[in-house]
Each structure stands twice: as C-alpha cells, then as structure tokens.
Nanobody
Framework: VQLVESGGGLIRAGGSRRLSCVAS????????MGWFRQIPGKEREFVAG????????RYSDSVKGRFTISRDDARKTVYLQMNSLKPEDTGVYYC???????????????????WGQGTQVTVSS
C-alpha cells in the first residue's frame, strides 16, 4: 500500500513541470487525493486537492491559476501540472490519499492518512 511521486527537479522561474503520483495496493478511485508541499522549518501546506470523481477541485490561493490537479483512475495516478513557477514554490511535494471516502475535497493534512515519500521541486530565480 503506497503512493510514489515523481517529476520533481530543478526548474527555472517561469517554467513548468508536471508531478505524478502513482498508487498501488489500495483502492484509489473512491478517495479524494491531495498535493501538499513543505519547506524546511515550516508546516506542511495544502496545495491542491481533487474529489473522488474528479469534479471537485480546490487550490491554495498561492497556486490558483498556475497549478492544475487531475486524476486518471484507470492508471491510479494523480497529477499536478505546475506552470509559471516561482522560487517560492520550492519545496518537497507530497501526494496523499484522504482517510474518508466522502465526496468532497479535504485540505487539512490530518484528513489524509496515506502519504508518498515526496519529490523535491526547486525553482531557481
């Protein structure tokens, strides 16, 4: 039972990158999925979330209009397309699966019970 992120790296400001998170060993399509990020010394923060059927979406104010979350249930994969990247987007990005199968988008990290290992995104100025 795990989530595995990929796609991180070093990107220049203004550039784009797509992160992927592949699930294995558990039910994927019945749960909200989210992306969070963490900078050393700071709390893990919500970035984007997608409901169990893909219709409900939520974004943090800092990424709204620049990032897009999507999911492919057949591939058990959730994506985070990041455009117009800024140095302040730098951090370790984690995907997570919600604890509850309710059809809503959760934003608090305590509402998620399965986490990936994270992928580093570094945006240079």
């Amino acid at each position: 039972v795990q989530l595995v992120e990929s796609g991180g790296g070093l990107i220049r400001a203004g550039g784009s990158r797509r992160l992927s998170c592949v699930a294995s060993g558990h039910i994927f399509k019945s749960y909200c999925m989210g992306w969070f990020r963490q900078i050393p010394g700071k709390e893990r923060e919500f970035v984007a979330g997608i409901g169990r059927n893909g219709r409900l979406l939520r974004y943090s104010d800092s990424v709204k209009g620049r990032f897009t979350i999507s999911r492919d249930d057949a591939r058990k994969t959730v994506y985070l397309q990041m455009n117009s990247l800024k140095p302040e987007d730098t951090g370790v990005y984690y995907c997570a699966r919600a604890l509850s199968p309710l059809d809503r988008v959760f934003t608090a990290s305590d509402d998620f019970g399965l986490w990936g290992q994270g992928t580093q995104v570094t945006v240079s100025s």
